[in-house]
């Protein structure tokens, strides 16, 4: 899902443009950082990559002009690669599109915690797993012993294919972990690669788009410790701690967009395509069908975060050596949902 960054501008419903098309990114970014954000009405949402269907219903709340029914002037922007969560920190946003394996790191440090909270989980489950062609042979986790996995030489990839690889009786040593950062998931496959961690919603659903035939590792079904949520809508603290309503605002319209989603799934991947044209048609839509069951899952409503669940994993990533202190349940709050 990483490709080429592309600024977003707001919908032509809105009264007041951070960014307008056509200025260079750097000075986009520079103009929305520096012109918004000025009264607790002006939102600036930040996403992690180019747009895609995990953030359809960010876009329909903005299409819908359910963010101005709420009084609210949303901006919708890429950030410079890996800062989302740096410039939520730092009052340069307000919300960002993240992920509970990244977040934790940044605000279980002991000391320069980043002060960011998960305020919604934008997808219910984790959707993520390990993607290979179906002639490499890998059906379970073991099976990637003597294999050359894509990585991203992150110690939280290394941890997660070690433990289940070790879990499911394989030996993890041999598995050849080569670094690649290939934007794209099949043009890692056709190089000197066997396996490498994808997104199903995208990279899984591109593949039964284009009839590849794929054996995929499901991370969330090997192990219920690896049930993690990614991704989640995540805030500046102390902002949402200012500003409680306007907060509550912005999740309502938000959660408004995702239901709409989950009931319209054709409209809303079409919604996603006026703000996004450069995006595969066909691609969206079935990514979008792909979703639509996906977005709540079994919550008792869209973004709830269930505290076993998130903690669970800060747990497991604690015993692993990747976390500074064993945060448990903190880092979320679903006291701002609908």
């Not at 899952?297 to 869209?302: F, P």
């Amino acid at each position: 899902m990483k490709k080429e960054k592309k600024l977003l501008a707001k919908s032509p419903k809105s009264e007041v443009s951070c960014v307008q098309a056509g200025f260079a990114l750097l000075i986009g970014i520079m103009l929305c950082f520096t012109g918004c954000g000025k009264n607790n009405n002006t939102i600036r949402v930040l996403l992690d990559w180019t747009p895609n269907t995990n953030h359809t219903g960010m876009f329909v709340a903005l299409d819908k002009g359910w963010f101005e029914h709420e009084g609210l002037r949303v901006t919708i922007t890429q950030p410079p690669e890996d800062e989302a969560l740096v410039l939520v920190a730092s009052g340069k946003a307000e919300f960002a599109v993240s992920f509970q394996e990244s977040m934790g790191p940044a605000i279980a440090k002991k000391r320069d915690a980043l002060p960011v909270t998960a305020v919604a989980a934008i997808i219910s489950h984790n959707t993520s797993g390990i993607m290979s062609l179906k002639e490499s042979g890998i059906q379970r986790p073991a099976d990637l012993a003597g294999k050359k996995f894509a990585s991203w030489e992150t110690p939280l990839v290394t941890a997660v294919v070690r433990h289940i690889v070790e879990n499911d009786g394989g030996n993890f040593n041999t598995v050849q972990m080569i670094p690649n950062f290939a934007t794209d998931a099949f043009s890692a496959l056709q190089t000197d690669v066997d396996s490498i961690w994808i997104y199903y919603a995208w990279d899984g659903v591109a593949a039964e788009v284009s009839g590849v035939e794929i054996n995929y590792l499901d991370l969330g079904k090997i192990d219920r410790k690896l049930d993690f949520y990614t991704p989640v809508l995540a805030a500046n603290t102390r902002w949402i701690a200012d500003n409680s309503e306007t907060t509550k605002k912005f999740l309502a319209a938000v959660s408004k967009g995702y239901i709409f989603a989950i009931e319209n799934p054709q409209e809303a991947a079409e919604i996603l395509l006026r703000y996004a044209p450069e995006l595969d048609r066909t691609l969206v839509v079935q990514s979008q069908q792909y979703l639509k069951s996906r977005y709540k899952g079994d919550a008792n409503r869209w973004g709830e975060i269930d505290p076993n669940r998130w903690g669970g994993f800060y747990h497991w990533m604690y015993e692993q050596g990747l976390l500074e202190k064993d945060i448990g349940s903190g880092g979320f709050t679903n006291e701002y949902l609908p």
